[in-house]
């Protein structure tokens, strides 16, 4: 039993906190506050992708570095807790998906994107209020040799520069990622930001004509004996709990650096003779927040394993972390604007970044209450299954 | 990252399985058994029950063999942990002695009090209590005024302890004493076993808010103590006291016994008549037990990590803290879900017609009240947190 990083994970984490605080401050997020959106400028992206951190978890024979699920999470908190754009976990996402999918998707594309000379993300929430794989309207219809997609996205991250989309789309066999070059008649791309400055997008898709193997994986019915690849649902639902792992991984890196200031600030700041920290007003609402990082610490580490082994609870592990990421980071960060006090709430003091970085990740890929329903509908199936 | 356990550690855990097989069933749990019943009877079933699973070598785990140990290794004491509670079998009648006392002796007996009390420890033929807290030194511990005077051979204890688990049934207690009353507080104070019939012990139990025999009050008068039931340094008691209340447990066979609550209360809550269906079709009271059991699952890889770390050689030091915080938070907030779930009902006491499964959940509710005071409360453990694993200053100057 080892249910720690093992060295070579210890070893990513010490380098990618280097290069992030080497190469990333934060003063970038809070300029481009004002000029939004925050995005990596063309060097550093290229300079992660060097590092192998874009193909992180991409096999090796495929242009990727072969690391497993909690060697891309380590990638994450790391790029949480420098809020560093969350471009880099969002293409990773798509790599990873492409990698899975089959021959048909290692080549140009994947090694493209591996090398940072091309980009991919998921398309996956849509309007309506109802979120994830089981919420999809979009369609994908084959008619004859061409897949025709239609429906519209919303929420999707860092979409402006990327060069294809992965649209989860309605098949007859369930949902499943199609590749949707940007820029193919019939998409249309809307930029907005989002609260942390971060690049979010409204994707409308009219009837776009696709090649009749733009679809990642086979949606061909279970008995029809197709050799094709990965089942293209299976594959498009453990993609979006890659995403939400990895959004959870991110929130605990901001929690950590938001508990990290405010425990520096409560043992300098002096008040009434003594430093706030002695006060327990200060130091047990602290405690708890360190509590509430350890548990999201112990869950996304069961969440990797059980995703790296494929084992059946995954889903439900990876929803576990979300939900208590999310209530990890918004605890810390709520607590670190109010234990600074004034300067708490100015501009110019970085804990109002990690409040939004943590606002903005609670809702993506799905926020608590639709991961809370997401697991008492999967109790209750294994319920009724037993 | 691996989470497994060994093929070896797999085949001792389905050995341990069969053997439960065949003797679950035997054990009586004498605190369940109320004011009615056969109390004397139960406890003797439960001292017999600790008896059996010792001989058959699942008490004692890490102790040495010399004095009826295991030696076994710290995944295998997990898996024990994690089967008795899914056998639901009753709680060791003398765990006190085995979490507390025997892992202090193992470390700071001496050879003779290590043979003379350790194997009556793990055989329940002795049953131990712990008289640390007095009416003035609850959390403040090191405030404590009983006094021991050393006479000749021995040491003659006056004062009084409070809050002392099963003192009426203990046959002996480890308390600790002041021995130098000028020495600065935690200087003078000393680590003693004590016979419970010795002369001049008197115990007064008292109820707890549940209603039940839990704690007492025991006083001290003259009670002489020979002198080789010192345990360490005289005036060294402090130190010790202190590494025994840090004993680290991982918390895993915790997470058992609190997921069998939540199926309990999942199968309540999925048949309990609510207007025109059950109370488990309102959304929000859904929401709640995903809550509940995402706490659950938290703490149960919170354990694997203290574990993880314990057979990497680290002490998970002020780590244990945080799942014990977490555990304590969890269940009331699991005892508060389920009053909560019945509903206008959960007012109901225990043997009126509509109560709710025999009024179980009231009992765990106030059972758990318990659960952040005893060991040390939630406070103490956030301040242990705060200090020790964030670095923040102390709160307390004393
Ligand atoms: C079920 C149960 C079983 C027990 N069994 C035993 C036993 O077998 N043997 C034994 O010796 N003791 C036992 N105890 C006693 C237990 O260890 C004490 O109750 C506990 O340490 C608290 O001490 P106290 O009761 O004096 O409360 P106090 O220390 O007076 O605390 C009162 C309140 O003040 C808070 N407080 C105190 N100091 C601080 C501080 N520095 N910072 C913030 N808040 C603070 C506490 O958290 C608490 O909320 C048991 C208690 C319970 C509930």
Redo the contacts with the bound molecule.
């Keep these: 039993m080892d249910f720690e990083l093992s060295d070579e994970q210890v070893a990513l984490r010490d380098a990618a906190r280097d290069y992030f605080a080497n190469r990333w401050s934060r003063d970038h997020v809070r300029d481009a506050l004002d000029r939004p959106p925050v995005v990596v400028p063309d060097e550093l992206w290229q300079e992660v992708a060097e590092l192998g951190w874009v193909g992180i978890a991409v096999a090796v024979e495929a242009g990727g570095s072969g690391g497993d699920v909690a060697t891309a999470a380590v990638i994450a908190e790391e790029a949480g807790r420098a809020l560093f754009p969350s471009a880099l976990a969002s293409v990773l996402t798509a790599a990873v998906a492409l990698d899975r999918a089959g021959d048909r998707w290692r080549g140009a594309l994947l090694e493209g994107v591996c090398a940072g000379t091309r980009r991919a993300v998921c398309a996956f929430e849509e309007p309506g209020g109802a979120w994830g794989p089981d919420a999809v309207r979009t369609t994908a219809v084959r008619d004859g040799d061409r897949l025709v997609v239609s429906g519209s996205k919303i929420l999707v991250a860092d979409v402006e520069g990327t060069d294809t989309l992965l649209v989860a789309a309605r098949t007859p066999t369930g949902v499943a990622l199609v590749a949707v070059p940007a820029d193919a008649p019939g998409v249309t791309i809307t930029p907005m930001i989002r609260i942390d400055g971060g690049q979010i997008g409204e994707v409308v898709l009219d009837a776009v004509q696709l090649p009749a193997d733009a679809l990642l994986g086979s949606d061909a019915p279970a008995d029809a004996g197709d050799d094709a690849g990965a089942d293209a649902d299976a594959l498009a639902r453990s993609t979006y709990d890659l995403g939400t792992l990895l959004g959870a991984a991110d929130l605990l890196g901001v929690a950590e650096a938001a508990l990290a200031v405010t425990t520096a600030f409560a043992n300098d700041r002096v008040q009434f003779g003594r430093p706030i920290g002695s006060f ?1 007003a200060v130091s047990h609402r602290l405690a708890d927040v360190l509590v509430d990082v350890e548990i999201t610490r112990s869950l996304l580490y069961a969440a990797c394993l059980a995703m790296d082994e494929g084992r059946p609870d995954a889903a439900e592990l990876v929803s576990a972390v979300k939900v208590a990421a999310n209530e990890a980071a918004v605890r810390a960060t709520e607590a670190a604007v109010q234990l600074h006090g004034g300067i708490g709430f100015t501009w110019e003091l970085d804990v109002h970044l990690y409040l939004r970085r943590a606002r903005a990740g609670v809702a993506t890929f799905g926020d608590g209450a639709h991961h809370l329903d997401r697991i008492f509908a999967q109790h209750t199936q294994a319920r009724a299954a037993t | 990252m691996d989470l497994h356990f060994s093929a070896e550690d797999e085949q001792y855990r389905l050995r341990l399985r069969e053997w439960l097989e065949a003797h679950t069933g035997r054990a009586k749990n004498p605190l369940a058994a109320g004011g009615g019943g056969d109390i004397m009877g139960a406890l003797q079933g439960a001292r017999d029950w600790q008896r059996t699973l010792w001989e058959a070598g699942y008490v004692g785990l890490a102790w040495p063999k010399e004095y009826g140990g295991q030696e076994a290794t710290l995944t295998q004491q997990v898996i024990v942990n994690q089967e008795l509670a899914r056998y639901s079998t009753p709680p060791l009648i003398n765990t ?1 002695g085995l979490t507390i006392l025997g892992p202090t002796l193992v470390v700071n007996g001496t050879d003779d009090q290590r043979r003379r009390f350790l194997p009556k420890i793990l055989s329940a033929e002795e049953l131990w ?5 007095e009416p003035e030194a ?3 511990l090191a405030s404590l005024r009983t006094r021991a005077e050393i006479d000749g051979d021995e040491f003659v204890v006056t004062g009084q ?1 409070v ?3 099963l003192a009426p049934i203990a046959d002996w207690c480890f308390l600790l004493a002041r021995t130098d009353p000028n020495a600065p507080k935690r200087e003078g104070i000393s680590y003693l076993l004590c016979n419970m019939r010795t002369p001049g012990i008197k115990v007064n139990a008292l109820r707890n808010a549940a209603g039940g025999i ?2 007492s009050e025991v006083f001290f008068d003259e009670v002489r103590i020979p002198r080789d039931q010192l345990v360490g340094e005289l005036h060294g008691g402090w130190q010790i006291a202190r590494t025994t209340l840090e004993h680290e447990r991982s918390g895993l066979s915790n997470v058992l016994s609190l997921e069998q609550t939540l199926k309990r209360l999942w199968a309540t809550a999925s048949s309990l008549q609510q207007g025109t269906g059950v109370a488990l079709d309102d959304p929000s009271l859904r929401r709640e037990f995903a809550r509940a059991w995402v706490d659950i699952e938290a703490l149960r890889y919170l354990g694997f990590r203290t574990l993880s770390a314990q057979i990497a050689g680290r002490t998970p030091g002020a780590g244990a803290s945080v799942g014990k915080l977490h555990a304590s938070q969890l269940r009331q907030r699991l005892a508060d879900l389920a009053l909560r779930t019945e509903g206008p009902l959960a007012q109901l006491a225990k043997r009126s017609p509509h109560v709710v499964d025999r009024g179980r959940w009231v009992a765990a509710y106030f059972d758990a009240l ?1 659960h952040s ?5 939630a ?2 453990q956030r ?1 242990t947190i705060a200090e020790r694993v964030l670095g923040l200053p102390r ?2 100057v004393d």
Excluded: L, M, P, Y
Excluded at chain 2, 129 to 133: A, I, K, T, V
Excluded at chain 2, 373 to 377: D, F, L, S, V
């Design positions: 327990q | 006190i209590c712990q008289g640390f807290s609850g959390s403040d302890k809050w002392t688990s839990h704690f318990g005071i005893g060991g040390g409360t406070e103490i301040n709160s307390v």
